[in-house]
């Protein structure tokens, strides 16, 4: 079965660096998403297609791939992107989720 | 505005039924592929089926394959998830995502609010 593995969860300061990876053996050969979801919210498109980021998306928030991993970076973290995110890849003939990570900001 | 509202979560015992819909609008529903995706209570994001803009095409996870069956109404801009013989870990909120799409390539670009399924005794 095809696997995305993600931290369970990153810290970060307020005005910091946060960087959440994730990796599966297919990345390579597929585009990663990232999702952000709040509690009690529902998941919202943060990046697409390993680095695009959908109208709305503040411009901190940005994507990259190398190999087998892809990574969400969040520069100049705020306290309102304290929220689980969630790497998706498609894997032939199923979606795939990572597991999520839960991002602090303190 | 894209909308999508999901209904028909609700208790139900192991081993029972439920469908649920739902509604699109704000966009031409016919020309975009679907999808359900789950989160169990305190739980991740799980993927349970995909279905194609003409339905012509539907996948499902292993989870839930024989069990569920995803369908749509393009005149009536919805989106079904028939659920039989459900067992306790089936219990989530299930939404609805549009999946968009650039090049070729898709995302799921919008979601519904969910709704609750609760499978108990």
């Known amino acids: 079965s095809y696997e995305l593995t993600q931290p369970p969860s990153v810290s970060v300061s307020p005005g910091q660096t946060a960087s959440i990876t994730c990796s599966g053996d297919?990345?390579?050969?597929?585009?990663a998403c990232w999702y952000q979801q709040k509690p009690g919210q529902s998941p919202v498109l943060v990046i697409y297609?390993?680095?695009k980021r959908p109208s709305g998306i503040p411009e901190r928030f940005s994507g990259s791939s190398s190999g087998n991993t892809a990574t969400l970076t969040i520069s100049g973290t705020q306290a309102m992107d304290e929220a689980d995110y969630y790497c998706?890849?498609?894997?032939?003939?199923?979606?795939?989720f990572g597991g999520g990570t839960k991002l602090t900001v303190l | 505005e894209v909308h999508l509202v999901e209904s028909g979560g609700g208790l139900v015992q192991p081993g029972g039924s439920l469908r649920l819909s739902c509604a699109a609008s704000?966009?031409?529903?016919?020309?975009?592929?679907m999808n359900w995706v789950r989160q169990a209570p305190g739980k991740g994001l799980e993927w349970v089926s995909h279905?194609?803009?003409?339905?012509?095409?539907?996948y499902y996870a292993d989870s839930v394959k024989g069990r569920f069956t995803i369908s749509r109404d393009n005149a009536k801009n919805s989106l079904y998830l028939q659920m039989n013989s459900l067992r306790d870990e089936d219990t989530a909120v299930y939404y609805c995502?549009?999946?968009?799409?650039?090049?070729?390539?898709?995302?799921?670009?919008?979601w519904g609010q969910g709704t609750l399924v609760t499978v108990s005794s």
């Open positions: 995502a549009r999946a968009g799409y650039d090049s070729g390539l898709y995302y799921f670009d919008y």
């Open positions: 704000g966009f031409t529903f016919s020309t975009y592929n």
């Open positions: 279905i194609t803009s003409s339905g012509n095409t539907i």
């Open positions: 297919k990345l390579g050969d597929n585009y």
């Open positions: 297609q390993d680095r």
């Open positions: 998706q890849a498609w894997g032939g003939s199923i979606w795939v």
